[in-house]
């Protein structure tokens, strides 16, 4: 691994130049892959940082329901599942060790990053199919703590997902994406029914659905268009509740609709929260720009990644802080 202490002074891509006679047309190839590589890395940190989030219960479940079952060939199983989230939690753990900001100089430097958040998210999908496969085996059923059980087979479908992302997003062709017919309104409905079910996250907030007659249809793998979705409606959430801590009358209200519009399909998510400076607005799809303690400013550059690499645009406009936002995403109409 060729990455830099944090500590040593990073050699400006000018100067690293300069030693090798490269042309401004490479110079720029270069510069672009290093960008990549450093934006990898951020959505590498992120991604340590949810699938710990998840670990935290599926660990604590496994060891309550193994000792609830001790002796029996249950609680083996579940030895064997602890044992496999260990090692998912210290691959991670590694990853964060490393350093908040890798200085990458070089092509190969790059590479290598990229490399190594791949190669470690390939074995942690691993581990959750191998969790699965026992999962599978002790069938819940047999227990006394049936809910747990289910509990944790939910976590682990959530990191599956969560690692599947986030592969997807680092290194598509490594990934298999399940292209098919997505249905916008499908998508808005049942995204949105999910996240509101539970009442702490949006508790307060009037949320309407306008979802079109029409019935867009675009092509997507449907769990990686509903990251998008879901980014974009946690912030909206995120911006009405902290709107609303500042001024206590406000109703929040978060308005979701599809539509088709210049032979587009169209999916619009607009709340009447905080709302963006100009300044914000210009830094809103930078990685690591976030306004938030616990945010990592990574939703929305994720989000346009990937909304780009399906042929389609995703737009933000505001008219100004404590005026709400919208954001925009159209993408190309599939046909029936
Ligand atoms: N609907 C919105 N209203 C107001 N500001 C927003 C909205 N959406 C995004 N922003 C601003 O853009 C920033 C970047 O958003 P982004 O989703 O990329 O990161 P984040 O929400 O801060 O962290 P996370 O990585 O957890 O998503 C936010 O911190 C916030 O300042
Ligand atoms: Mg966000």
Redesign the pocket.
């Known amino acids: 691994m060729v990455l830099k202490n944090q500590n040593e002074k990073e050699p400006s891509l000018s100067v690293y130049a300069a030693h090798v006679t490269i042309t401004p047309k490479q110079l720029g190839e270069t510069k672009k892959i290093i960008e990549k590589a450093r934006t990898d890395f951020r959505i590498g940190r992120?991604y340590c940082h949810e699938s710990n989030n998840l670990l935290t219960p599926l660990l604590v479940l496994s060891e309550l329901l193994q000792s609830d079952t001790t002796g029996t060939e249950v609680s083996e199983k579940f030895r064997e599942m602890g044992v496999k989230s260990h090692e998912v939690r210290s691959r991670n753990m590694d990853l964060l060790s490393i350093g908040k900001d890798i200085p990458i100089n070089s092509k190969s430097q790059a590479t290598a990053t990229t490399n190594m958040i791949i190669r470690a998210c390939q074995q942690n999908l691993k581990s959750h199919s191998e969790i699965q496969a026992i999962l599978d085996e002790i069938d819940g059923k047999r227990l006394n703590d049936e809910n747990s059980f289910k509990d944790i087979a939910k976590s682990n479908q959530r990191l599956k997902k969560l690692t599947r992302n986030t592969l997807h997003l680092l290194h598509r062709e490594s990934i298999e994406e399940n292209i098919t017919s997505v249905d916008l309104n499908n998508l808005a409905g049942e995204t949105a029914r999910v996240m509101t079910a539970d009442p702490d996250t949006a508790r307060g907030i009037e949320i309407t659905l306008g979802l079109s007659p029409e019935k867009p249809k675009v092509k997507a793998d449907l769990d990686i268009l509903d990251e998008v979705f879901i980014?974009i409606f946690?912030?909206?959430i995120?911006?009405c509740k902290q709107r609303k801590i500042l001024h206590p009358q406000l109703v929040p209200e978060i308005k979701i609709s599809t539509r088709v519009e210049d032979g587009k399909a169209v999916f619009e998510i607009e709340?009447n929260?905080?709302?963006?400076s100009a300044e914000?607005m210009a830094r809103?799809f930078q990685p690591n720009?976030?306004?938030?303690t616990s945010?990592?400013?990574?939703?929305?550059?994720i989000s346009k990644r990937i909304i780009e690499n399906y042929g389609g645009v995703i737009k933000?406009s505001?008219d100004g802080e404590m005026k709400g936002?919208t954001?925009t995403v159209r993408l190309p109409l599939h046909g029936e």
């Open positions: 992120r980014n946690k912030n909206a995120q911006s709340d929260g905080l709302g963006l914000n809103i720009f976030t306004t938030k945010g990592m400013g990574l939703g929305m550059p933000v505001s936002a954001v």
